[in-house]
């Protein structure tokens, strides 16, 4: 049974951080891309960072340069430092583990967490 669950939301104050952690379990971790996305109420889901199984990492231009993600292979969790947050960065954020098919996967595999709430208001 395959689980991502997110933690860390919650409020903080403009200017303020915070950090998400995803802990997946029934994948093999190593293999997944695995990715933040946020939505916000009144908008579509969105992609804020991913990382991919070497290590490459990629930000949606609104949080470059705010906002890191990493992952610890060895507990199967991958993270979200949130900096210098905004208050447009409100949102429910979600884990996503990501399996594409390749030539030596030929099914593709996309697994969400329930989300967790960010709230950045003074």
């Known amino acids: 049974q395959v689980q991502l669950v997110e933690s860390g939301g919650g409020l903080v104050q403009p200017g303020g951080s915070l950090r998400l952690s995803c802990a997946a379990s029934g994948i093999i971790f190593s293999l997944y891309v695995m990715g933040w996305y946020r939505q916000a109420p009144g908008e579509q889901r969105e992609l804020v960072a991913r990382?991919?199984?070497?290590?490459?990492?990629n930000y949606a231009d609104s949080v470059a340069g705010r906002f890191t993600i990493s992952r610890d292979n060895a507990k199967n969790t991958v993270f979200l430092q949130m900096n210098s947050l905004k208050p447009e960065d409100t949102a429910v954020y979600y884990c996503?583990?990501?399996?594409?098919?390749?030539?030596?996967?030929?099914?593709?595999?996309?697994?969400w967490g329930q989300g967790t709430q960010v709230t950045v208001s003074s």
């Open positions: 996503n583990a990501f399996l594409p098919k390749t030539t030596i996967e030929a099914n593709e595999y996309d697994y």
């Open positions: 990382i991919t199984r070497g290590g490459t990492t």
